[in-house]
């Protein structure tokens, strides 16, 4: 076997450092997408198969990649060997043939066990939880309530970007889209979920304690994929069932000045795809609801206050007072985040890509005193 060229064994070295490196940098210790960190009965089940699992993976590799190395080192080709000097075969061993056949399809014959044991301890559902429909679309999630309990999803509370949940209770969603397919993943507390149009899963959500509980569109599905993110808030009962209930009412017009002038914008402007109920119902009906721009509906804008996040949740509303890169429940409502705020208003093409002409907001080329008064009044929408 020729040896290495020297310049390239001087480099060898190099390489590994530079391998352990990029190894190094893809661990973090506080990761909010972890999904080695379960925060809720349904997730630890996951944590629970996959660990042995990866065990078991990691043995086979050791076992494989040792073994082929120690079988090319030991028959290589010595000085003084022709091409016609072979090493020992091993065809027509039946007990190394069976083997190595067997040993497989019973390290899987486990593992298949496992796993089928856990998709159906996970699959159980609970006729008594909280329904919610998840709608993804390009590029954003939109969650509707059966607050009466009747199987219907009628409007009862929409609303979008942030799931808010009842903490230590199973959260029965129904995912689905209403363009592409999207795919629904908040790691910590279960595993991915499709959203296909026209169809609907099932996906169970349990969160242990309070908290926000972030994630992904895990499919990709066009220009803003990498922009469309979700966060599952849980709250204590007692909090859940206040914010639900307030989510329940509709928007009240606003008396100050600037506020007034920007719902009156809003209504003239902004009717064409989004709604905020008790302000602009009639002229979010007479334009056709969106239509015409958007697949289904732009966010329901009727308690956009009450979000920690816009813009598909790429930017905080609120400022991060505890600088932990998540605006929990109780940073919402205190300092606006006014720079990011203004920034979309003047121009959501330039902070997020999008084709204003297909789907997403468009430019309105609205002029700084309308940012103004618009940002006064959506800070109303509580």
Not at 2 to 22: E, H, K, T, Y
Not at 98 to 117: E, H, K, Q, S, Y
Not at 272 to 297: F, K, M, P, T, W
Not at 357 to 367: D, V
């Amino acid at each position: 076997m020729p040896r290495m060229p020297r310049r390239i064994r001087r480099f060898l070295p190099l390489g590994l450092v530079a391998s352990l490196l990029l190894l190094a940098s893809a661990c973090a210790a506080d990761a909010p997408q972890d999904t080695l960190e379960p925060q809720g009965p349904i997730s630890r089940q996951i944590d629970r198969l996959s660990d042995p699992v990866f065990l078991v993976a990691g043995v086979v590799f050791i076992i494989v990649e040792f073994g082929t190395l120690a079988l090319v080192l030991k028959f290589r080709k010595r000085k003084g060997e022709t091409d016609d000097d072979l090493p020992p075969q091993t065809h027509g061993n039946t007990r190394l043939e069976i083997g190595w056949t067997v040993l497989p399809a019973v390290v899987l014959g486990f593992v298949a066990v496992g796993t089928i044991a856990t998709l159906v301890n996970i699959n159980n559902r609970d006729e008594a939880a909280l329904h919610v429909q998840v709608e993804g679309q390009q590029w954003w999630w939109q969650y509707t309530y059966d607050t009466d309990d009747d199987g219907q999803f009628d409007d009862e509370v929409r609303t979008a970007h942030d799931l808010v949940i009842p903490a230590g209770v199973d959260v029965e969603l129904n995912v689905t889209s209403q363009d592409v397919i999207h795919s629904f993943w908040i790691p910590a507390l279960n595993g991915k979920k499709d959203a296909v149009p026209n169809r609907t899963h099932q996906l169970t959500l349990h969160a242990d304690e309070p908290g926000t509980y972030v994630g992904q569109c895990t499919e990709y599905c066009g220009l803003s994929h990498a922009y469309m993110r979700q966060r599952a808030i849980a709250l204590p009962q007692d909090e859940f069932e206040a914010w639900l209930e307030n989510q329940e009412t509709e928007a009240e017009a606003p008396t100050e000045e600037e506020a007034a002038a920007g719902a009156e914008l809003f209504t003239a402007q902004c009717s064409r795809c989004h709604l905020a109920r008790g302000i602009n119902d009639q002229e979010y009906e007479d334009e056709g609801s969106g239509d015409d721009l958007v697949a289904g509906q732009a966010p329901d804008l009727t308690h956009f206050a009450t979000r920690g996040v816009f813009a598909g949740g790429i930017f905080d509303l609120w400022q991060d007072e505890d600088g932990d890169d998540i605006v929990e429940f109780d940073e919402i409502g205190g300092d606006l985040n006014r720079i990011d705020l203004e920034a979309w208003l003047r121009n959501p093409p330039g902070e997020k890509p999008m084709a204003p002409e297909a789907r997403g907001m468009p430019n309105l080329e609205l002029q700084e005193d309308q940012i103004d008064q618009l940002v006064a009044f959506l800070q109303t929408l509580d």
